[in-house]
T-cell receptor
Framework: QKEVEQNSGPLSVPEGAIASLNCTYS??????FFWYRQYSGKSPELIMF????GDKEDGRFTAQLNKASQYVSLLIRDSQPSDSATYLC??????????FGAGTRLFVKA | GAVVSQHPSWVICKSGTSVKIECRSL??????MFWYRQFPKQSLMLMAT?????????EQGVEKDKFLINHASLTLSTLTVTSAHPEDSSFYIC????????????FGPGTRLTVT
């Protein structure tokens, strides 16, 4: 069973801090990895994707990928209360199916 | 870019009736679209994968005769919930595979279905 695992949280950080969200995946054939943000009652929104080992930065967000450890993370710098949401990690093996994690709830305290 | 729309955003129907939900990619062509459902405080559940011009591939446990999917063009997929029952009440979300080749998905805003 191919899986993507995330800590359900909630992860609570103060405003202005760095939030670190982690994800592990079981299928070594996974090639592309995605982070989505989902506000309560809304659909997921793509934040960024990564497919090479290392870091990828986009504004306040940095995705990190370590294929040897089968580990993906998302760092959110200068966290804002508006970042409070559930963050979904997902992995694709290059085929039709993308496996989603159950999500980590992030709460940024003002 | 990569905008997906969904219509209607919410619908209330009586038990036994059918409801059609439309999913459109507005600024790109989507060969592959996906349909999910999500219950409150639960994770996304993939129902089916829809490929333009061919039959949808349903996930195990999803009744294909109850959830009819049609992907007649590169920008439109529809989900019809037939003979709806209260237990079908849920948040239905479509997504479309993006144009970059990295297999990212762009989600529609979702349709909240309530069956009375």
């Amino acid at each position: 069973q191919k899986e993507v695992e995330q800590n359900s949280g909630p992860l609570s950080v103060p405003e202005g801090a760095i939030a670190s969200l982690n994800c592990t995946y079981s299928d070594r054939g996974s090639q592309s990895f995605f982070w989505y943000r989902q506000y309560s009652g809304k659909s997921p929104e793509l934040i960024m994707f990564i497919y090479s080992n290392g870091d990828k930065e986009d504004g306040r967000f940095t995705a990190q990928l370590n294929k040897a450890s089968q580990y993906v993370s998302l760092l959110i710098r200068d966290s804002q209360p508006s970042d409070s949401a559930t963050y979904l990690c997902a992995a694709n093996t290059g085929g039709f199916k993308t496996i989603f994690g159950a999500g980590t709830r992030l709460f940024v305290k003002a | 870019g990569a905008v997906v729309s969904q219509h209607p955003s919410w619908v209330i129907c009586k038990s036994g009736t059918s409801v059609k939900i439309e999913c459109r990619s507005l600024d790109f062509q989507a060969t592959t679209m996906f349909w999910y459902r999500q219950f409150p405080k639960q994770s996304l559940m993939l129902m089916a994968t829809s490929n333009e011009g061919s039959k949808a591939t349903y996930e195990q446990g999803v009744e294909k005769d109850k959830f009819l999917i049609n992907h007649a063009s590169l920008t439109l997929s529809t989900l019809t919930v037939t003979s709806a029952h209260p237990e079908d009440s849920s948040f239905y979300i479509c997504s479309a595979r993006g144009p970059s080749g990295a297999y990212e998905q762009y989600f529609g805003p979702g349709t909240r279905l309530t069956v009375t």
